[in-house]
């Protein structure tokens, strides 16, 4: 009956276009009280980017001189969209529709989340325009060729070969997983079978969980090359070390490898110097402030983040054919991420493929071509 009255409280106010009664709540504090809501749904990386997210819009409340949510109105929003988008960043110009979209849909979360605790009016997420996206805007350019790819590697097996940087490098571009995966890994989760070798992708909660939890769960296959340096890794290189009980794939003499020091490893190696190359820029690799050390890799325009050997990745099997299905499994990422922000792929090569496709079906019995 509970629910049935409130039910009808709600229709009773649509009709008589009345609110509920708001209660007063401090902006900071309602950032926290949503943050708590939403901790046990999310992964700590992007708890924390929620978090930094809406300190700018409590920023933006002081002022504003805006201390109650139950002030908070349209015109508030509007405002803030505004000076997020031209003001409130240290780039030039505007933030790009992408980081824009991404923002106020975390933004209109948040006042959703406001209304159903009766902490901001009624229906105010509605008042938060979405920016919409050109097509092909909000995919990154960002990736690896083949040749640049091949030169790394080649390097890497010569000179640093099964070295912890080396099977880094071979975990990357052997699974096309995020660093997070990588570095959640133990030599447990590697099985050397006489018919394969496979990284079995686990849940733990704590420090090594995986992005997307249990759904991130799967084995993925190596192949003879990949297998047999991680292999020569563990006999040789590896550093042996037990982090609560378990043996991290990836150590050091500190215990399981950081995510820091994965990406340093890929901004390291991907500078075109360090692996024989003529730098584009025509610097001088004594002067040069990325060469000061590993820690200053990402300062070379040339050197590349992790995503670019995922984008890689996931790019080259779409070339080959692969079904997204496939890739959706082996990489832990929706279809849909896929098919808007990973393919790398031109609109030739995605016209190849279709066709491709197609003629895969061309025995078809029909009367369409």
């Known amino acids: 009956m509970t629910a049935d009255r409130e039910l009808l409280d709600e229709i009773q106010q649509v009709i008589d276009g009345s609110s509920p009664s708001l209660e007063p709540l401090a902006p900071a504090e309602a950032v926290q009280m949503f943050l708590d809501e939403e901790r046990s749904e999310l992964a700590p990386n992007t708890l924390s980017e929620y978090e930094d997210e809406l300190e700018?819009?409590?920023?933006?409340?002081?002022?504003?001189?805006?201390?109650?949510?139950?002030?908070?109105?349209?015109?508030?929003?509007?405002?803030?969209?505004?000076?997020?988008?031209d003001e409130a960043h240290e780039k030039e110009g505007s933030l790009s529709n992408k980081t824009m979209r991404d923002e106020m849909y975390l933004l209109r979360k948040f006042i959703r989340f406001l209304e159903s605790i009766d902490a901001a009016p009624q229906h105010l997420h509605t008042k938060i325009k979405i920016?919409?996206?050109?097509?092909?805007?909000?995919?990154?350019?960002?990736?690896?060729?083949?040749?640049?790819?091949?030169?790394?590697?080649?390097?890497?097996?010569?000179?640093?070969?099964?070295?912890?940087?080396h099977v880094v490098w071979i975990l990357f571009t052997a699974t096309g997983r995020r660093p997070s995966g990588l570095r959640s890994l133990d030599c447990s989760d590697v099985h050397f079978t006489e018919d394969e070798t496979y990284i079995?992708?686990?849940?733990?909660?704590?420090?090594?969980?995986?992005?997307?939890?249990?759904?991130?769960?799967?084995?993925?296959?190596?192949?003879?090359?990949?297998?047999?340096?991680?292999?020569?890794?563990?006999?040789?290189?590896?550093?042996?070390?037990?982090?609560?009980?378990?043996?991290?794939?990836?150590?050091?003499?500190?215990?399981?490898?950081?995510?820091s020091s994965i990406r340093k490893y890929v901004y390291k190696w991907s500078r075109p110097c360090v692996v024989g190359k003529e730098c584009p820029a025509g610097n001088n690799p004594d002067d040069c402030k990325a060469m000061k050390s590993g820690g200053h890799a990402s300062k070379c325009p040339e050197s590349k983040p992790p995503v670019a050997l995922r984008h890689g990745y996931i790019s080259d099997l779409l070339r080959r054919g692969v079904s997204l299905h496939t890739i959706s499994d082996r990489c832990d990422v929706s279809e849909e991420i896929i098919e808007e922000h990973y393919s790398e792929l031109s609109e030739k090569e995605q016209r190849d493929l279709r066709r491709r496709e197609l003629q895969k079906q061309s025995d078809s019995n029909g009367g369409y071509f």
């Open 56 to 85: 700018r819009f409590v920023k933006f409340c002081e002022k504003q001189d805006t201390t109650d949510t139950t002030e908070f109105n349209g015109r508030l929003l509007q405002k803030f969209k505004i000076w997020r988008r």
């Open 200 to 259: 079995e992708f686990q849940h733990r909660e704590g420090e090594t969980r995986l992005k997307n939890g249990v759904k991130s769960e799967n084995t993925v296959y190596l192949n003879d090359e990949a297998a047999q340096v991680v292999q020569d890794y563990i006999d040789t290189h590896r550093v042996d070390v037990e982090v609560n009980g378990r043996s991290p794939l990836l150590a050091s003499t500190n215990g399981r490898l950081s995510d």
């Open 131 to 165: 920016p919409t996206l050109n097509p092909g805007e909000g995919k990154r350019d960002i990736e690896f060729t083949a040749d640049e790819l091949d030169s790394i590697l080649t390097h890497l097996e010569k000179y640093e070969y099964a070295t912890r940087e």
